[in-house]
């Protein structure tokens, strides 16, 4: 059995006050860092076997504390970066709605026609998502592995395997901060089984 322990950054400044984050650097804020640590007293039990995070700063802050009892190195990759917003990222949401309310609203409402010059569609960063994550699964298969990420790449990855569209992308559980999601492999099967969604178990 391979399990996949899908971990969402802490808060954020930015996420406070609603700023675009995408690949754009923001760190933890004082309520981040306590969920980070609320979440190791929950995860100290597991022997992680191997540990990924995003190479975004917020994200190697969340490992940091809420996988300080692991005792492996942390393997950075820029493939599980946030979906990468271009020209919005450092703007307020209220701001940029102001500007371009229909790509807004399509963010929002209708995810698999978001479409913004020098962004990425979900559905690109859906394909990166699985991409990365089924080459972490094929070289830690029988592992216990934790992947710190983000709000839309992690969803994105879920999605997929619950065989949910883009177009439902935002519909429940939302993805809140520090989240921990579980994608369980049969060792006999193969088969990504998920049962564990934004700390909701099976029924969710």
Known sequence: MTRLHLIRHGETDWNAEGRIQGQR???LSEQGQ?????????????NFDRVFSS????????????LSHCQQPVSLQDD????????????LYADIEKVEPQA????RNT???????????????????????????????????????????IKSVLSHY??????????????????HSIIEVSAESGEP???RYADLDEGF
């Open 25 to 27: 650097e923001s760190v």
């Open 34 to 46: 306590h969920q980070a640590r609320a979440l190791q007293k929950k995860l100290a039990a597991i």
């Open 55 to 66: 190479s975004s700063t917020r994200a190697q802050q969340t490992a940091a504390l809420a």
């Open 80 to 91: 599980l970066r946030e979906i990468m917003l271009g020209p919005w990222e450092g703007h």
């Open 104 to 107: 807004v609203s399509a963010f």
């Open 111 to 153: 995810p698999d026609l978001f479409n913004v010059e020098g962004a990425e569609t979900f559905h690109a960063v859906q394909h990166r998502a699985l991409t990365a994550v089924q080459a972490i699964l094929t070289d830690c298969a029988g592992m216990e592995i934790a992947l710190v990420s983000h709000g839309v790449w």
């Open 162 to 179: 619950e065989g949910r569209p883009l177009s439902r992308f935002w519909e429940p559980p939302g993805m809140h901060n520090c989240c």
């Open 193 to 195: 089984r998920i049962v």
